[in-house]
């Protein structure tokens, strides 16, 4: 069963951080874009950051570049959202995804996890 899962989110307080993690089971990332995927209360999806399969290519939204950065650790199957600096409005939830392509459009990823809640709150 292909499946990604993430974990790591939470409460935190504004200026703080999380680190999400996303795995991959039933399937190899490898060759695979991950990309990070948010949605707030009444909001559509939005993309957060991409990073290419080789984890040379990464991009963020303009909301969150010089906040957030993403790795992956392809030996492990895993990718990873450094979140610092958070702000409220970051409260959303996030998720992951898999597709072909380096891109923030959530129609070109296959494959994604349920989400995990993050919050940002005082």
């Known amino acids: 069963q292909l499946q990604l899962v993430e974990s790591g989110g939470g409460l935190v307080q504004p200026g703080g951080s999380l680190r999400l993690s996303c795995a991959a089971s039933g399937f190899s990332l490898n060759g695979y874009v991950i990309g990070w995927f948010r949605q707030a209360p009444g909001k559509e999806r939005e993309g957060v950051a991409y990073?290419?399969?080789?984890?040379?290519?990464?991009d963020y939204a303009e909301s969150v570049r010089g906040r957030f950065t993403n790795s992956r650790d392809n030996a492990k199957n895993m990718g990873y959202l450094q979140m610092n600096s958070l702000k409220p409005e970051d409260t959303a939830v996030y998720y992951c995804?898999?597709?072909?392509?380096?891109?923030?459009?959530?129609?070109?990823?296959?494959?994604w996890g349920q989400g995990t809640q993050v919050t940002v709150s005082a």
């Open positions: 995804a898999a597709g072909p392509k380096i891109t923030l459009e959530r129609g070109e990823y296959y494959h």
């Open positions: 990073i290419s399969s080789s984890g040379t290519w990464r």
